[in-house]
């Protein structure tokens, strides 16, 4: 959301305890005082208020909105009485933020979230590439931007549809929250450690290594061999299914076509960036540099069976084509020190193998 967040003057009516006035013989160093920013979306403004933006602790503040011409008040975002009243107080008790939310039946794009039977649903946060909104108490929020195209989408654990849309100024949008939680992946990645060591070569710090490795590994190998049930080759985290995928797809066909298997090829790139890195092909067939071995350092998670057998797999397809790799088999605790967080410039490791379970709250696993 891009919003116009010139912090307003307010207008406070404001009953001063009796200790201000001396007649309790207390003293306005030990009045408490604390913030109250009021920003606003839209178009409009709210009443003016002659001070600064702090008030004194437990002050009881009046709001009035006032919209623009040709925009209306919607509500209110922040801990005031009543949110839908163009008129309402809020209670400062510590540092706090209002904002009045105006809209515009051309400029504004309007949003509903409702359950199964229809009712609204509060609380649905709306990630969108103009900003983000949060849905009232009525299941409403409104969006305002300047950019004429926004991807509205849901963050949410639960079943949402449509997952996301694109809309411009004057939309209105409804989304639908059904009490069953999303069906959704986990992904199996490859990580590497893209860093300059301090000590030695690493040979994943160059770009075009880490792009010839999509080339190097053969995903439908993978998921034929090592994966029971349901799974299909990834190029990238967008995934079969999601909206974004769809919206995509002509983006992911070209790239999924660039970097298909072609182990030759990706065996040509690296050779090139490692010989003008300096490193040799020895009569072994394994890469040197300044006369020692190129080592990799693989991290590979012992404690979930299809990870072990795929960091083998790529493992075995490293040495393939001259790398020496030292196979380290680690539980989530140890491989998460050490790829996580560990320096990667003291070249602790190179590589290592990873899961994300793909919800709204991504984490790694």
Not at 19 to 47: C, P, R
Not at 54 to 64: D, I, N, R, S
Not at 205 to 227: C, G, Q, T
Not at 285 to 301: K, S
């Amino acid at each position: 959301m891009v919003l116009r967040r010139a912090a307003l003057l307010i207008l406070v009516f404001v009953l001063l305890p009796l200790a201000l006035t001396g007649f309790s013989g207390g003293s306005t160093a030990d009045v408490e005082m604390v913030y109250l920013d009021v920003f606003v979306s839209g178009e409009g403004s709210v009443a003016e208020y002659a001070g600064t933006d702090q008030v004194m602790k437990g002050t009881l503040v009046t709001l009035e909105a006032s919209p623009a011409e040709g925009w209306k008040f919607g509500y209110w975002e922040g801990p005031v009485e009543d949110a839908f009243s163009v008129t309402t107080t809020v209670l400062v008790e510590e540092d706090t933020e209002v904002m009045a939310v105006f809209s515009s039946e051309t400029d504004s794009i309007f949003i509903r979230s409702i359950d199964e039977s229809g009712q609204p649903v509060e609380g649905v946060w709306m990630p969108t590439t103009g900003g983000a909104v949060l849905t009232n108490a009525r299941g409403e929020a409104v969006l305002n931007t300047d950019a004429l195209d926004v991807v509205v989408g849901t963050y949410t654990v639960k079943r949402i549809e449509p997952e996301a849309v694109v809309a411009q100024k004057g939309d209105r949008l409804e989304f639908t929250m059904y009490s069953d939680s999303h069906s959704l992946p986990r992904m199996l990645d490859l990580t590497f450690n893209p860093v300059p060591f301090e000590d030695g070569l690493n040979p994943f710090a160059f770009p075009k290594i880490r792009e010839a490795m999509n080339r190097l590994i053969d995903r439908n190998y993978i998921v034929s061999s090592f994966i029971e049930g349901e799974a299909e080759p990834q190029l990238t985290v967008l995934y079969p299914g999601r909206y974004d995928y769809e919206l995509m797809s002509a983006v992911l066909a070209e790239l999924e076509a660039r970097y298909s298997y072609d182990k030759q090829a990706a065996q040509e790139e690296i050779a090139q960036v490692m010989q003008a890195q300096g490193a040799v092909r020895g009569d072994d067939g394994y890469w040197y540099y300044n006369g020692e071995p190129v080592e990799l350092l693989f991290v590979i998670r012992d404690d979930d069976p299809v990870r072990l057998e795929v960091g083998d797999y790529i493992a075995d397809e490293l040495e393939s084509i001259g790398f020496t790799v030292e196979r380290i088999y680690e539980d989530f605790a140890n491989a998460t020190s050490l790829c996580i967080e560990s320096d990667p410039r003291e070249g602790g490791w190179h590589l290592c193998t990873n899961a994300w379970d793909v919800n709204r709250f991504t984490i790694a696993s």
